[in-house]
């Protein structure tokens, strides 16, 4: 497996993790939780709200540019097998 396919695969992976939280983050009550503390529930509520986030971001800036990347490299490579030597 190439780099740009591990970095794909790893996006898609992400991806999945990040719907996982906001599910999680849903039957969690997370709102709730905040507007009525109770101690390790917050604590856990507060750090996978942290991690959802912290993928969004990552999702929506880095892993476009790594299949955009990862497209026009094979693209490239394509093209560069289909000449006749």
């Known amino acids: 497996m190439t780099l740009w ?5 790893a996006s898609v ?3 999945l993790v990040y719907e996982a939280l906001v599910l999680a983050l849903d ?4 709102i709730e939780r905040l ?3 109770s101690g390790a529930g917050v604590a856990l509520a507060l750090v996978a709200a942290l991690s959802m986030y912290a ?3 990552a999702l ?3 892993a476009p540019g790594v299949v ?8 490239l490579e394509a093209r560069r097998s ?3 030597r």
Do not use: T
Not at 5 to 9: D, I, L, P, T
Not at 68 to 75: E, H, K, T
């Open 5 to 9: 396919k591990k970095r794909v695969a």
């Open 13 to 15: 992976l992400a991806l």
């Open 27 to 30: 039957r969690m009550g997370l």
């Open 35 to 37: 507007l009525s503390p």
């Open 55 to 57: 993928l969004r971001l």
């Open 60 to 62: 929506i800036f880095v």
């Open 68 to 75: 955009v990347a990862w497209l026009l490299i094979a693209a």
């Open 82 to 84: 289909a000449r006749p």
